[in-house]
């Protein structure tokens, strides 16, 4: 549905606030860097699981950021992006019949993935204003055939962090039932007011149940370059890196010396990421407010969770059988307002008897935009004001 919505834009002329690209410039060291590896001829396969020097800065990095010790011989697999490791845990870590358990709402490649392995997805629903789960739902889904549990940290849709407690709560169940945590931490370093960024890996007792997934892709306007990567102990490793050799064989050889470069940026490269998010944060949601359109205020990520159930809108024009109401509010929102949105209803498993009343109620927009383009967007999501 993401990709769908960005087509649904450049077909109608929207502005593309959907899909999950930062419009801004990578760091020129770290292009450098590649074109450079071209040039000198690193254009082939590279070791499997990852060139050595970039196995060697992902170390460092979790050892320093995240508060992990991890040997990069034994503990880390470079992949093609976050999906693939995500794909390859799943792979790697579940049977046919197994379960998994995802907090709800969820990024939407995560079930496709344990469907195509057989796993069966379990879902604790994350409900009311601060978006959190009750403790006894969630402990009510872990039972013997649990084998993981899915998280996304700064959450893709809804911009949650995930609070130490929470994570701690997760883990105890986790070290109970036997359960391995896959964390996807694609966005760990785009917090905004003071939050912090907490690995489950490095809570007590998930040294050996946790696969913890980044990459370039976020972090540093690289999503084409498809550099990922999973880190977990030696046991899940060596599964992991069985699939993912098969899988891809070995992520973009020039694109692994460019992260090298990346992950060796300064703190400074990192203040000032955060700085420039929230700053485009807090335009977008001026632009909201001035629209009258009500929002979740995001604490990590570039989403904002807009809420439309109270807007004046054709939803008779835009109703289809195969539509939910959010699908339909997507539809008007990039044909009548021009902009492009992403309905909730992608982040949400479709039950019997209709969709839960949150996807109705509520779209995902993203804020990871040039000036130029929230501005453009700003003026068009005014025209809500007027209707």
């Not at 009510?140 to 549990?149: D, E, P, S, Y």
């Not at 911009?159 to 701690?168: I, Q, W």
């Not at 169940?173 to 890996?201: K, M, N, P, W």
């Not at 400074?268 to 979740?296: I, V």
């Amino acid at each position: 549905m993401i990709r769908e919505m960005t087509r649904l834009g450049e077909e109608s002329g929207a502005v593309n606030l959907s899909q999950g690209l930062p419009e801004f410039d990578p760091p020129p060291a770290v292009l450098e860097a590649a074109i450079e590896a071209i040039r000198r001829g690193e254009n082939q396969y590279t070791f499997p699981f990852g060139m050595p020097a970039l196995r060697a800065a992902i170390a460092h990095k979790y050892q320093t950021y995240n508060h992990i010790q991890a040997d990069p011989d034994t503990d880390i697999t470079v992949t093609c992006g976050v999906s693939e490791a995500v794909m390859s845990s799943i792979l790697a870590l579940t049977d046919p019949g197994d379960e998994v358990v995802i907090l709800e709402p969820w990024y939407e490649n995560y079930v496709p993935g344990c469907r195509m392995t057989g796993a069966i997805p379990r879902f604790v629903p994350m409900r009311g204003p601060e978006l959190t789960f009750d403790p006894a739902e969630l402990r009510a889904a872990f039972n013997r055939r649990t084998r993981l549990v899915i998280l996304n940290t700064p959450q893709n849709p809804t911009g949650r962090v995930l609070t130490r407690a929470e994570l701690t709560e997760i883990a105890r169940l986790c070290q109970e039932f036997g359960v391995v945590a896959v964390t996807d931490e694609i966005y760990e370093h785009i917090l905004y007011d003071g939050r912090e960024h907490i690995s489950i890996g490095s809570l007590p007792g998930m040294e050996d149940r946790a696969v913890t997934i980044s990459g370039l892709g976020k972090t540093y306007s690289l999503t084409g370059w498809r550099i990922g990567w999973a880190v977990a102990h030696p046991r899940l490793t060596a599964l992991i890196r069985k699939v993912h050799d098969y899988m891809t064989i070995c992520a973009p050889a020039p694109f692994q010396v460019g992260g090298i470069t990346a992950l060796n940026l300064p703190e400074t490269f990192y203040t000032h990421l955060r700085r420039q998010y929230d700053e485009r944060r807090r335009y977008l949601l001026a632009a909201l407010d001035q629209a009258g359109f009500p929002y979740r205020i995001p604490e990590g990520a570039y989403y904002v969770m807009a809420y439309f159930d109270h807007l004046h809108w054709d939803r008779e024009k835009y109703s289809r059988p195969h539509w939910n109401e959010g699908r339909a509010f997507a539809e008007f929102m990039a044909r009548e307002v021009g902009v492009a949105v992403v309905p909730g209803s992608s982040f949400y498993e479709e039950r019997e008897g209709g969709a839960p009343p949150a996807e109705k109620r509520w779209v995902r927009i993203n804020f990871a935009k040039r000036e130029e383009t929230l501005q453009a967007a700003a003026a068009r999501l005014a025209r809500l004001a007027r209707l």
